[in-house]
T-cell receptor, first 111, second 118 residues
Framework: GQQVMQIPQYQHVQEGEDFTTYCNSSTTLSNIQWYKQRPGGHPVFLIQLVKSGEVKKQKRLTFQFGEAKKNSSLHITATQTTDVGTYFCAGKEAGGFKTIFGAGTRLFVKA | GAVVSQHPSWVICKSGTSVKIECRSLDFQATTMFWYRQFPKQSLMLMATSNEGSKATYEQGVEKDKFLINHASLTLSTLTVTSAHPEDSSFYIC??????????????FGDGTRLSIL
């Protein structure tokens, strides 16, 4: 069945450094969504990408959807302590209805 | 924004007790609701998907007689953990989404319920 793999599992950065998490699907996706879960909180929807090669930005966050619609990335420029949390990607298989979450990347930011 | 209310937020009960968790969409119609289980520092494990007025679809390995799901209205779904045992202790999170199976709408999550079975 469809699998969504996310790397790295966790990353420690110094405040001000950049951070990237990668998401890879075993099958072609119709869309990919990104969520953020703060420690002790619940996942919160960040963005959805639908088009091949799509790039979207939210302030310091840049989201990309691969040309083949099988991978995606989230890049944070100049991390801040408020970026701490776990970032999940969630992909829906093309032609399917199930959304599969990646295992998440836990980001630690040291001030 | 879309708000999902989940309660109780914390439950401690004796082994053998049945526990009901409610998930409500407050300002939108949740055609589809999802129930997840999350272990410490781990990802979300989908337990079941429910569409309003239909029987829930359970993921492989999830006992439907153990985890009863009811989605009787467009704003409310409940998860009942029947005859709970210590191994059922976990963090349960619901999410709700507008639109049915093929919807591309995002999921909106509740705050979760931490269940501890003694």
């Amino acid at each position: 069945g469809q699998q969504v793999m996310q790397i790295p599992q966790y990353q420690h950065v110094q405040e001000g450094e950049d951070f990237t998490t990668y998401c890879n699907s075993s099958t072609t996706l119709s869309n990919i969504q990104w969520y953020k879960q703060r420690p002790g909180g619940h996942p919160v929807f960040l963005i959805q990408l639908v088009k091949s090669g799509e790039v979207k930005k939210q302030k310091r966050l840049t989201f990309q959807f691969g040309e083949a619609k099988k991978n995606s990335s989230l890049h944070i420029t100049a991390t801040q302590t408020t970026d701490v949390g776990t970032y999940f990607c969630a992909g829906k298989e093309a032609g399917g209805f199930k959304t599969i979450f990646g295992a998440g990347t836990r980001l630690f930011v040291k001030a | 924004g879309a708000v999902v209310s989940q309660h109780p937020s914390w439950v401690i009960c004796k082994s053998g007790t049945s526990v009901k968790i409610e998930c409500r969409s407050l300002d939108f119609q949740a055609t589809t609701m999802f129930w997840y289980r999350q272990f410490p520092k781990q990802s979300l494990m989908l337990m079941a998907t429910s569409n309003e007025g239909s029987k829930a679809t359970y993921e492989q390995g999830v006992e439907k007689d153990k985890f009863l799901i009811n989605h009787a209205s467009l704003t409310l779904s409940t998860l009942t953990v029947t005859s709970a045992h210590p191994e059922d202790s976990s963090f349960y999170i619901c999410s709700a989404r507008e639109g049915g199976d093929y919807s591309n709408q995002p999921q909106h999550f509740g705050d979760g319920t931490r269940l501890s079975i003694l």
